[in-house]
């Protein structure tokens, strides 16, 4: 499967959300369901690499499909602010490239 800009990605979450009437959730809503969405990753990695095994009746998630539902929201979050996400990353970076550029020990890069 070919790579995904996030420009694409947010298109392709737009021309999904633009199929219906309701469009997107307010900001309020969709922070709640990233907040929801974050803490069900939360669950599988702690059932991945926790002490808390899952119940055999739970459902089968991974942290893979929680992963993809976080950035389906997120995208949603940001189509509905008319954010840039790719801008926003770019932003973002600059700055730990600038205010963190000496924060962290760099690997050693000789041989």
């Known amino acids: 499967m070919p790579e995904k800009s996030l420009a694409e990605i947010q298109r392709e979450v737009d021309r ?12 309020l809503a969709l922070m709640a369901r990233l907040s929801e969405e974050v803490g069900e990753l939360a669950r599988e990695v702690n059932h991945s690499y926790g002490e ?19 950035l ?7 189509n509905s602010l008319d954010i840039d996400l790719t801008e926003a990353h770019d932003k973002v970076m600059a700055k730990f490239n600038t205010r963190d550029a000496n924060r962290w020990t760099p690997k050693n890069t000789e041989q």
Do not use: R, V, W
Not at 16 to 27: N, R
Not at 58 to 68: A, F, K, P, R, V
Not at 72 to 77: A, G, H, Q, V
């Open 72 to 78: 389906f929201i997120l995208s949603c979050f940001a």
């Open 16 to 27: 999904y959300i633009g199929q219906f009437k309701e469009g997107y959730f307010s900001p």
């Open 52 to 70: 808390k095994p899952k119940k055999p009746d739970e459902e089968d998630n991974s942290i893979e499909m929680e992963l993809g539902d976080i």
